[in-house]
């Protein structure tokens, strides 16, 4: 590492990078380019000598932004946002800079300390139970992604059943969820060797605001144990990927806990709305949950990756995931005085990620972060508002945070021909570069859906987008 090298060259990407900023509502939001466009542009085998950073940075501008959809785009509303921010920046270059492995607690005693003391902040900031925080035996960790979140619990809810009734059990081990719920549990339940047929996708709909009903998920646990299966894990959400339904956690937990099944809550992105007092009431129920789930790296201006994942019972956890390889052992460890991350995932190496969501904990403060996420929720409101009053279209699902489920209304009735003309309006509307909207399914509807969260998001790119997709419904109606 040459210092002098590192400082002329980091002040020129810095400045590249702020010059993307200043100029990303210039290119297409999504992008236009062609599979396989890449392979034409660069050489076959990497070069044998070295090159300057113009060239490569020329590269950049010319064969790899026009790759790139721009997730940091004012008028990027599809998914749900990936936030970048000053502070999540200057910290995954802090933790680049450092270049850090905190596998285990003596391999960067900071790492591992900053981790507990940010996750205990952010969940004095949730509210969440005493119980989540690292004083007992709880704690919080930060996995990469939701999936691996969902994938860590599950496995060690598998483990902690399987010591009590036996190893052979695991064919008879079942997982509850709503059809709603992400597709990362059922890749946590391949994964984890749960049974596809003990899978129980119990049906979520319109009647509910796609939550699920506590009253299924009793008859379906009572099923399976008259059947001699085992009920053992359930998962609920807050915030749902297709519509952001929120299921009622409280008797959700009554019911996983009268059959001692583990309970996680999924709230991927939803989470970070709960830091404000009045969407706090979402997370009501949490009490009763073994483990619940937020990504910073989402609504919280926190770059990717940073998945917050809090568990009451960190020793489920270590026991299904520690391993103690000589090659490993150290006095802090050996003597149980420290908490070893590597035993809380999957992988052993991990990044010192909590330093980006310190940083932006103390650069920004949880007030300026509560108005952040009041600032998106009404510029949906905005955008719900204008869509409910155009008759070409209809509001799907209530909006509670800053997604809008909407579309184009069906002619005479026709629902086949309905989900077509919204596919086309999707279509539309991404290719012409000015937004990227998103679509699900919902009861058999195609859904438009706005997610509003990027964090360079004004009122003016609402209305514009508004605009755009008035004018490409005018035209598809016109044809
Ligand atoms: N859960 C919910 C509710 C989500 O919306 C998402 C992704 O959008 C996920 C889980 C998966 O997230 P990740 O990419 O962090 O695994």
């Known amino acids: 590492m040459d210092s002098e090298q590192l400082r002329e060259y980091g002040h020129r990407m810095v400045d590249f990078i702020a010059d993307y900023y200043k100029t990303i509502e210039n290119f297409p939001v999504l992008s236009q380019v062609q599979p396989g466009y890449l392979h034409n542009l660069l050489p076959d085998s990497a070069p044998d000598h070295p090159e300057t950073l113009e060239q490569v940075l020329d590269d950049v501008k010319a064969k790899i932004l026009p790759g790139v959809t721009h997730w940091q785009s004012p008028s990027f509303f599809a998914y749900y946002p990936s936030n970048s ?46 119980e989540f925080m690292s004083k007992g035996n709880g704690g919080g960790v930060i996995q990469g992604s939701a999936s691996e979140a969902v994938l860590v619990v599950l496995i060690a809810a598998r483990d902690k059943v399987l010591r009590s009734v036996g190893k052979n059990a695991l064919e008879k081990l079942v997982v509850y969820s709503s059809d709603q719920t992400h597709s990362a549990l059922q890749k946590a339940c391949q994964i984890a060797g749960i049974h596809p047929e003990n899978c129980r996708v119990l049906k979520a709909d319109s009647s509910t605001n796609y939550a699920l009903r506590p009253e299924l998920l009793q ?132 990044r010192f990620r909590s330093l980006k969501l310190w940083m932006v904990l103390r650069l920004y403060g949880s007030e300026t972060l509560k108005s952040y996420i009041r600032n998106h929720i009404k510029l949906a409101k905005d955008f719900e508002q204008l869509a409910s009053q155009d008759p070409n279209f209809e509001i799907v699902t209530p909006r509670i945070f800053s997604l809008v489920c ?74």
């Open 219 to 350: 008859e379906a646990v009572s099923r399976d144990l008259e059947a001699g299966l085992i009920p053992f894990f359930l998962c609920a959400n807050v915030g749902t990927t297709s519509s952001t339904a929120v299921d009622p956690l409280a008797a959700l937990g009554k019911i996983a806990k009268c059959n001692e099944m583990w309970f996680h809550v999924d709230a991927a992105y939803a989470g970070s709305a709960c830091i404000c007092p009045e969407y706090r009431q979402y997370i009501d129920g949490v009490e009763t949950a073994d483990s619940f789930n937020m990504n910073a790296h989402k609504w919280f201006l926190t770059n990717f990756d940073c998945s917050l994942l809090w568990v009451k019972d960190q020793y489920a956890l270590t026991e299904a995931l520690s391993t103690n390889p000589e090659f490993l052992k150290n006095k802090a460890s050996q003597a149980n005085l420290v908490v070893d991350y590597k035993d809380w995932q999957i992988p052993l190496g991990r």
């Open 406 to 479: 909407f579309r184009m209304v069906p002619a005479e009735n026709d629902e086949q021909k309905c989900n077509n003309r919204n596919r086309k309006l999707l279509d539309a509307v991404n290719s012409s570069g000015k937004l990227f909207i998103s679509h699900t399914a919902l009861s058999g509807k195609i859904v438009l859906r706005c997610a509003i969260g990027a964090p360079l998001t004004e009122e003016k790119h609402v209305k514009e987008a508004w605009k755009v997709i008035q004018e490409e419904a005018s035209y598809l109606l016109r044809k």
């Open 85 to 130: 921010s000053v502070a999540g920046f200057l910290g995954e270059m802090l933790s680049a800079g450092l270049g850090i492995v905190g596998f285990s607690w003596v391999t960067s005693p900071a790492a591992t300390e900053l981790e507990m003391i940010v996750l205990d902040w952010l969940a004095k900031l949730l509210n969440l139970p005493e």
